[in-house]
């Protein structure tokens, strides 16, 4: 399975932005994304992008404040978030998938690795 790294979390106020990062170990994969977990909450699909096509998908929460992208030729892939909110405060783990099966794309079952996480914290 392919390895994943995440960094660039952190805390920051509400209106704040970050910018994670997670780095895989190969490719090609089919699906990369983004899942977080708050406190006492189960974990969820964030955003996900379907590598061969380009599509992507987000969580309604986050829709219009979150942005996923990649770079190819660095095998790398980004979640650009503005204008946080408390509630988006949780731990964020990057997903790969390197099969077709990855489709519905904001579903845990759809990939076989997961990074580490990376912990972001938006206060009031």
């Known amino acids: 399975q392919v390895q994943l790294v995440e960094s660039g979390g952190g805390s920051v106020q509400a209106g704040g932005s970050l910018r994670l990062t997670c780095k895989a170990s190969?490719?090609?994969?089919?699906?990369m994304g983004w899942f977080r977990q708050a406190p006492g909450k189960e974990r969820e699909g964030v955003a996900a992008?379907?590598?061969?096509?380009?599509?992507?998908n987000y969580v309604d929460s986050v829709k219009g404040r979150f942005t996923i992208s990649r770079d190819s030729a660095d095998n790398t892939l980004y979640l650009q978030m503005n204008n946080l909110k408390p509630e988006d405060t949780g731990m964020y783990y990057c997903?790969?998938?390197?099969?077709?099966?990855?489709?519905?794309?904001?579903?845990?079952?759809?990939?076989?690795?997961w990074g580490q996480g990376t912990q972001v914290t938006v206060s009031s």
């Open positions: 992008m379907y590598l061969g096509g380009g599509s992507e």
């Open positions: 190969e490719h090609p994969q089919y699906c």
């Open positions: 997903v790969a998938e390197s099969t077709l099966f990855c489709f519905p794309m904001l579903v845990e079952s759809a990939y076989k690795s």
